[in-house]
């Protein structure tokens, strides 16, 4: 599920933005704080410092969060900035080579802190790697699948072979839609004022299951007149032949906000769902009739896309936050899977994997993108290896947010319309442009 995280990356350009940032309270350092924890707090205390004209104190704070999430671009820029209004050229420059070694763009010249250093050497160097890497990447390769009208923000794609069809979960449309190999698109889930956004979807084809996550996310309830005729979130068990909803599953309690989101279906009929509002993983055991909790809130910023490991003994858990994880299914211990120095995990949104590898769509960052995350062997599923740039800035790459792998073809939603949409829910675009379904061939 896209979720707008806050990026902080403009803070230090705008004057106004860092003194309201000092005035907002840093998260408490606790004995057991978790890395996203720490990082939170620590980025806080740099941009405050910061705000206060404390510079040495903000570089060190946001070095010493840097350490705890590696290569988190938001941070990189921040720590540029500081170095530059430090008078470190030097170190500006540095991390601005960093930021684009990982494969992302920035507009250097818009940039009111780090514009300033236009005539240091090196500058002009830093330019030419950042344009470098706006070069589109798959355009011989991505197709068009189909593309569904109307305002409905495409969330996920499963398939349905029994029946030859793909689904396509719709968080404005507040449906599911079932789309032929054709690409021709039909009714599925009927209308209920009970129902908010559909997000993540799995198919449980033996049982002849879909099950379904609903939450009231603002562009599926933007416009209603009071918060009681909100739906509630919900883990939706349906029946694949008839639409039917078979059982309406409510969320443990907890907070009093809840974003079930993305779901992975494990090969014993355990369900999990990732709570992207709170952070929890929460776990619906084979034939059980309510929802626990598998990792508690604390650990993840935000859990996105998952999948289980070839072994099936973990999970795999993209968070939007702080990269990927190991989620362990019987301990629900975890652990950030470690990456390469010049990647980037922040800002992946879907995930899934063809048992080899795994595949992430990623669109909290700038180009958005598809990559391939190819493991390290032999490390049981705890580090990736490399990183490589599937797709990226393409006009069809808007937004992507999940997908799976069939036939050796990556199918996705590569336009979802979120961009369409503002953080309050309303529709900014008039007439948006279709959501798209694409496909990109593996081999």
């Not at 000092?22 to 410092?49: H, I, Y």
């Not at 899977?337 to 010049?342: G, H, I, R, V």
Request: glycine share 10%; proline share 7%; charged share 20%.
């Amino acid at each position: 599920m896209r979720i707008a995280t806050v990026i902080l990356a403009g803070l230090l350009a705008l004057p106004a933005a860092a003194a309201a940032a000092q005035q907002e309270p840093a998260p408490v350092a606790s004995a057991t704080e978790s890395d996203v924890q720490a990082f939170r707090r620590l980025r806080a205390e740099g941009v405050a410092a910061a705000g206060a004209q404390d510079l040495p104190t903000a570089a060190t704070r946001l070095a010493e969060a840097d350490a705890r999430i590696p290569n988190h671009p938001g941070l990189i820029l921040l720590r540029a900035r500081v170095a530059a209004l430090s008078g470190q050229t030097d170190e500006a420059l540095a991390q601005v080579r960093r930021f684009a070694r990982l494969g992302l763009v920035h507009d250097l010249a818009r940039d009111r802190t780090l514009s300033t250093l236009s005539a240091a050497p090196g500058f002009a160097a830093a330019v030419e790697a950042l344009e470098a890497n706006q070069a589109p990447v798959g355009a011989d390769r991505l197709a068009e699948v189909a593309g569904i009208d109307g305002s409905v923000i495409a969330e996920s794609l499963v398939r349905d072979e029994t029946r030859g069809r793909w689904l396509v979960s719709q968080v404005r449309g507040r449906t599911i839609v079932a789309m032929a190999d054709d690409g021709t698109v039909s009714d599925f889930l009927g209308a209920d004022p009970d129902t908010g956004a559909i997000l993540g979807m799995a198919v449980d084809a033996g049982s002849g299951v879909l099950w379904a996550a609903t939450s009231p996310l603002p562009p599926a309830v933007h416009g209603l007149l009071a918060d009681a005729t909100r739906p509630a979130p919900a883990l939706l068990k349906i029946d694949l032949a008839t639409a039917a909803v078979l059982a309406r599953l409510a969320l443990p309690a907890g907070p009093p906000e809840r974003g079930p989101g993305d779901i992975v279906r494990a090969a014993d009929g355990t369900i999990y769902v990732a709570d992207s509002l709170t952070g929890d993983i929460l776990v619906l055991p084979s034939g059980g009739s309510a929802l626990g909790t598998l990792l508690p809130a604390g650990t993840l910023g935000s859990p996105q896309g998952m999948v289980v490991t070839p072994d099936g003994t973990a999970l795999i858990v993209a968070d939007y936050s702080s990269g990927l994880w190991r989620i362990d299914r019987t301990t629900g211990a975890a652990r950030r899977l470690a990456a390469p120095a010049d990647a980037s995990l922040i800002g992946i949104d879907g995930l899934t994997t063809d048992g080899g590898v795994l595949y992430g769509f990623q669109n909290g960052v700038a180009p958005q993108r598809v990559l391939t995350l190819t493991l390290t062997p032999d490390a049981d599923w705890t580090a990736i290896g490399a990183v490589e740039v599937l797709a990226a800035n393409l006009p069809m790459i808007d937004e992507p947010t999940t997908g799976l792998v069939r036939n050796r073809e990556l199918v996705f939603v590569s336009r979802s319309q979120w961009s369409d949409f503002g953080g309050d829910g309303a529709q900014t675009t008039p007439t948006p442009a279709p959501a798209i379904i694409a496909r990109l061939p593996l081999d």
